[in-house]
Every structure is written in C-alpha cells, then in structure tokens.
C-alpha cells in the first residue's frame, strides 16, 4: 500500500492543479459605503460553452483512502467551505501513476479551483458533515472522468 503524506496547502504548491480560494493574503477593496469588503479574481471559473452551476455539497467521512480519482474535461470546479474545519484535497498529474499524487490539508478558510482537466479526488472532509459552496459546469457534453487509483493509497495527516 502507498502513503500519500497531506502537507498544508499553499498557493504556490497547487499552482499546477489550480487555485487556492482564500481571504488570507488578499488585497480586498472597500465596498458598499465603508460597510462591507470585497475581494476579486481568488479564482478563474472556466465553464467552457457551459453555464455557470452555484450548488451546496454537504459531505460526510469517509476513509483517509484514495478510492477514486475524476476529472472534469469541459470547465473548472471551485470548493470553498461554509464552516471553519480543515479537510483535504487530493490531487494528481497522472492517475495510474501513484507517486504523482499530492495530498494537502486545507483550513476552513481554504478553498480550491480544480482546473479543467485535473485529476482530483471527490470532497474529502475530516469530521462532521461540512458543506460546500461548488462553482462548476453545467450544460451538454461528458463532464466527468473517474479512474481508480492503480493499487491501494492511504492518506497520512
């Protein structure tokens, strides 16, 4: 069995797979008469010839286990979480190959952008039922790839 060792996730070491979504860092801008912040452009939402999706996800745990990679060909897929708990996020370069899997742990105050194309791990939390806000595709065409991984990967924290 392989383990996959989760480091903290920072922008710099998920460049490759996409975005880190999170406040911390940020320049925001002052808005609604002095009452309210913004920041803009934490993530690029690629939806191709799609529309833009705006759901909930509300995940549970499961085992700190890769039991499956996808991929979403047609547009990106943002996760951001409602809720201040750490979880994890699972991504690789090449599905078959285990040593290209990169495990990082997130705050709640982390969220990702899964580029098109990359191979990600479905919504991994760490305790309790957390919910997401999702910005992804939607619309005509085959979204979704899953492959499982080519032997058994367990993830260390």
């Not at 008469?33 to 759901?55: F, H, I, K, M, P």
């Not at 791990?121 to 919910?131: F, G, T, Y």
């Amino acid at each position: 069995m392989t383990e996959l060792r989760a480091t903290p996730l920072t922008p710099e070491d998920f460049a490759p797979f996409g975005e880190v979504i999170a406040w911390e860092g940020a320049q925001p801008i002052t808005i609604n008469q002095g009452y309210a912040q913004r920041v803009n452009g934490l993530a690029r939402v690629d939806v191709g010839e799609g529309l833009v999706n705006v759901s909930l996800f509300a995940g549970k745990p499961r085992p700190l286990a890769v039991a499956v990679m996808e991929r979403h060909p047609l547009g990106s897929q943002a996760f951001y979480p409602l809720q201040d708990r750490p979880w994890l996020v699972v991504v690789c370069g090449n599905p078959r190959d285990t040593g290209s899997y990169r495990a990082f742990t997130a705050s709640g105050r982390q969220g990702v952008n899964y580029a098109p194309n990359v191979w990600h791990h479905p919504l991994l939390v760490l305790d309790a039922q957390s919910r997401f806000i999702v910005v992804d595709r939607s619309g005509p065409g085959a979204n979704l790839e899953e492959v499982l991984p080519p032997e058994p990967i367990s993830i260390v924290l």
